[in-house]
């Protein structure tokens, strides 16, 4: 069967005044119904440019130059603009980091909420206000029926990002798409906020792809994990799996400094240098000039995404000397963690 959302091969370009930054290079993912599907990487990395181009979101003057996207058997890129709008937006809700600028400050939160079943599934104006009512109830949101008449800055971050998760429920969509939910929030509501997302998955079977870069948040939250890396796949598959055992240096360097193996993973960390300029096309492994076991063999070519039977894959030349990475390095020091 296929999956619920596939994504061949995407692009999205910028073109900008000084030449044209290739910022997503080719990035393919799968999320079935009902899964949770995680995207770590570090800043710049093409997480959330990935994420909007699914919806059509981009920010002007990105655009999808390449790729397809096909959501349920359907290849909507093949569709003209207005119905795969129609046909993304529908299936696909999107929580943001910044739950201030994802409300419109001059609407009433409940109001906001009710617009979708207004709009998309045509509820008369009562049964709409009902939905959205019960909708802030499911997310956790005491009285709604007074907070209805709320406006943004008069709740809490936290409340602010329970009424963005009901906006994007609001749809009935198949499949949610969190950026960083949870980081402009302090820990326990992160925690609180994420629990919601995940009883609500469990409830209604909603899938999620969930971009964060705490690697225990997607541990906790996710069955599957991407890790991109200037703009690419590098990495993915079960998200123990990856954990583990990392086929990837990129992955492998930002779980080595985990001291110990019953300490929770945490943020992800610095790894000593910068990413390639994405201005310019990679001909040679976009990680060699920071990868820990660099060869000739890797300034020669853009290593492909290799499949490794039955569910993961990696773009490293090397991997399969990965058992040996731990041993390798054991003696150099770990880089330092960042927030
Ligand atoms: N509107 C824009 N104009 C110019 N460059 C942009 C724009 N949006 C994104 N970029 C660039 O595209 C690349 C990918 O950005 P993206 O926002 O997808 O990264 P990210 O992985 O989400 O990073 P972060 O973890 O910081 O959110 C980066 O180099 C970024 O600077
Ligand atoms: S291909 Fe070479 S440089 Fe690239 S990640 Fe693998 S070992 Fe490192
Ligand atoms: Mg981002």
Not at 130 to 140: F, I, K, P, S, T
Not at 203 to 229: F, K, N, P
Request: with cysteine; hydrophobic share 40%; net charge negative.
């Amino acid at each position: 069967m296929s999956p619920f959302l596939e994504v061949d091969d995407l692009h999205v370009e910028i073109p900008l005044p000084y030449g044209t930054l290739h910022a997503v290079r080719g990035v393919s993912l799968t999320a079935d119904a009902g899964e949770a599907v995680g995207l770590v990487g570090e800043s710049g990395s093409g997480k959330s440019l990935t994420l909007r181009a699914l919806l059509g979101l981009l920010p002007q003057p990105a655009r999808i130059t390449g790729g397809r996207i096909v959501l349920d058997g359907v290849d909507v890129t093949a569709l003209p603009a207005r119905e795969r709008r129609r046909l993304l937006t529908g299936a696909m809700g999107m929580v943001f980091q910044d739950s201030l600028t994802a409300l419109n400050p001059v609407m009433r939160v409940g109001e906001q909420i009710a617009e979708a079943p207004r709009r998309k599934l045509g509820m008369s104006a009562a049964r709409a206000k009902a939905r959205a009512v019960e909708l802030m109830d499911r997310v956790g949101i005491p009285d709604p029926e007074r907070r209805y008449r709320a406006y943004p800055h008069e709740l809490s971050g936290g409340m602010r990002q329970r009424i963005c998760i009901a906006i994007a429920l609001s749809g009935q969509p198949r499949l949610i798409l969190a950026d960083e939910p949870t980081t402009a929030l302090d820990v326990t509501i992160q925690a609180q906020v994420l629990g919601v997302i995940e009883s609500l998955r469990e409830a209604d079977g909603v899938g999620l792809i969930l971009v964060s870069h705490d690697l225990a948040v997607v541990s906790e939250t996710c069955q599957r994990v991407y890790v991109m890396y200037a703009g690419r796949v590098v990495e993915s598959g079960p998200i123990r799996d990856v954990l583990g055992a990392p086929r990837h240096p990129y992955s492998f360097a930002l779980l080595r400094s985990v001291p110990d193996p019953d300490v929770p993973v945490h943020r992800l960390l610095t790894i000593p240098g910068q990413p390639p300029d994405l201005m310019e096309e990679a001909v040679e492994c976009p990680f060699a000039a920071r990868c820990l076991f660099v060869a000739d063999a890797c300034r020669q070519q853009n290593p492909p995404l290799v499949t490794l039977p039955p569910d993961r894959a990696t773009a490293c030349l090397r991997y399969q000397e990965a058992d040996r990475w731990s041993d390798l390095v054991a003696d150099s020091p770990v880089p330092e963690e960042v927030r």
